[in-house]
């Protein structure tokens, strides 16, 4: 259990979710006599079937490149990851897509909405009770409606991206999601997200070198080349110190991870060689949490002036991890997200339009949100108010409380676990320092609160 205070503060919410799926089949063109493609972009081919479907349904825009081999699965599937969906081939031979959309939203409940008329710029469907509008409607209705996107599982809401930490308006799609960027030129400002990307196996998604044959293995990393990384293997949350070797003495070096699946993420800076062309003094480390990327990482130092490179390999294993605490008339939707999440509270069992404080504390009982105060409805419910806690990257990693008391000294409250945004940070020992700023803790019906307030008194 965390740790208790006397009196507790609270915070947090967004709006419910509720979550449906469909699959729906594709007929599976083949053209095998054709050579398969290698798309240098990702390191993978596409062939056959799946290149056919793949040039006839939007290709790069709508599916992005190949992320991995074709191959089999646990299922007896034979299925291919792209950047934005995976393809599958059905049991009488057709092509049909994965279910991302439901797959990345598996612990989300999105509300659904009343039979609502249709016109240009509205479309309902009553099979899921979600619609469509405008900029999102042309888009599904015009780049592969049903067969492509599936139904709308969720109605437009507001997310921060992780691709730039800002708030943008996104739907959900049985096997996608839509992001809307008004920043884009006209006719491109609607982006299907990479949630192939997010979703595809790791191992599998490490590019095979130019002239590989199709079909090829992941390569598997070599041995440390002049470097060293210490320890070699440990669970997420391991800090990994690493050294590189063979360098021009003083010579500027610059460094990079390169993640399990292939993607690189430079370090905050350069540093330079000693005396004796090493990187001793820099003190590099790499340093992980509960949410890096499971397996094989590797850190490259490369000297500016000599072209030199050291690179120093590791492994990432799970971590064991603390099980939350019980809820008490209350619930945390999702229960567990990241920085950039937006997690809904709901609380009951207080006394019918008494004013509810509510807050969020950290894993030490400190507060560490404004006190929100809302009144119970007719209920003894909160759900109305569409409390929601938006960290938005300012709270560390870990568990978190939100905790309610009322008027007459009933109380609820329910635990999240909150992951990092960024799998990894790479960094040399003199720049270690983070900054602060203030999270969003409101509700959204738009009625009138008391706003922040104190805890009531025992």
């Known amino acids: 259990m965390l740790p208790r205070s006397t ?34 972009e990702t390191g993978h081919y596409l062939s056959g079937g799946f290149r056919d479907y793949w040039a006839a349904n939007g290709g790069l825009q709508i599916f992005g490149y190949p992320i991995t081999e074709e191959y089999r ?10 950047e934005r969906a995976r393809f599958e081939i059905a049991s009488d031979g057709s092509i049909e897509l994965g279910l991302l959309g ?36 042309t888009i599904w209705e015009t780049k592969g409606g049903l067969g492509v996107f599936g139904y709308p599982i969720s109605e437009e809401m507001d997310e921060i991206l992780a691709s730039d930490n800002k708030w943008h308006t996104v739907q ?42 199709p079909g090829s293995p992941p390569p598997s990393n070599p041995g440390n ?38 993607q690189v993420m430079p370090a905050n800076g350069t540093t330079n060689a000693d005396a004796d062309g090493s990187l001793t003094s820099s003190q590099i480390y790499f340093g992980s949490d509960r949410s890096t990327d499971l397996g094989k990482w590797a850190i490259t130092a490369q000297g500016l002036s000599s072209g030199h490179a050291s690179v120093g390999y590791f492994e990432v294993t799970p971590a064991p991890e603390q099980p939350l605490p019980a809820d008490y008339n209350a619930r ?37 949100t404004e006190v929100l105060g809302v009144y119970a409805d007719g209920n003894g419910s909160i759900d109305y108010a569409n409390v929601y806690f938006a960290p938005n990257n300012n709270l560390p990693p870990g ?24 799998v990894t940070s790479l960094s040399t020992a003199s720049m270690r320092e983070a900054g602060k700023s203030a999270l969003s803790f409101s509700r959204g019906d738009g009625q009138a609160s008391e706003g922040p307030l104190d805890f009531f008194k025992k």
Request: aromatic share 12%; no cysteine; proline share 10%.
């Open 399 to 422: 568990i978190y409380e939100i905790y309610s008391t009322s008027e007459s000294g009933r109380e609820a409250y329910a635990f999240l676990r909150m992951r990092s945004n960024s």
């Open 102 to 137: 439901r797959e990345a939203t598996v612990n989300r409940v999105f509300p659904q909405i009343p039979p609502q008329p249709n016109d240009a710029n509205h479309r309902y469907f009553p099979e899921t009770s979600h619609m469509i509008m405008w900029g999102f409607k």
């Open 332 to 368: 945390v939707d999702p229960r567990e997200g990241r920085q950039d999440t937006v997690y809904n509270f709901y609380a009951s069992g207080f006394v019918p339009g008494e004013l509810v404080a509510v807050g969020v504390l950290n894993e030490n009982s400190d507060l560490v």
């Open 172 to 213: 959900y799609f049985e096997r996608a999601r839509f992001e809307f960027w008004p920043e884009y030129p006209a006719g491109q400002r609607v982006v299907v997200s990479d949630l192939g990307r997010r979703l595809a196996p790791r191992e599998l998604t490490a590019p095979l070198p130019p002239g590989s044959p």
């Open 73 to 82: 699965d646990a299922r007896g599937k034979t299925i291919q990851w792209f």
């Open 7 to 40: 009196v507790r503060r609270s915070m947090g919410l967004i709006i419910v979710m509720m979550l449906l799926t469909l699959i729906v089949a594709r007929p599976h063109a083949s053209n095998a006599a054709d050579p398969p493609t290698y798309y240098p």
């Open 225 to 262: 080349k002049d470097a060293t990384v210490n320890p070699s293997s440990g669970p997420q949350g391991t800090v990994f110190v690493y050294n590189g070797f063979g360098f021009i003495p003083g010579e500027e070096v610059a460094l990079w991870a390169t993640t399990p699946s292939g």
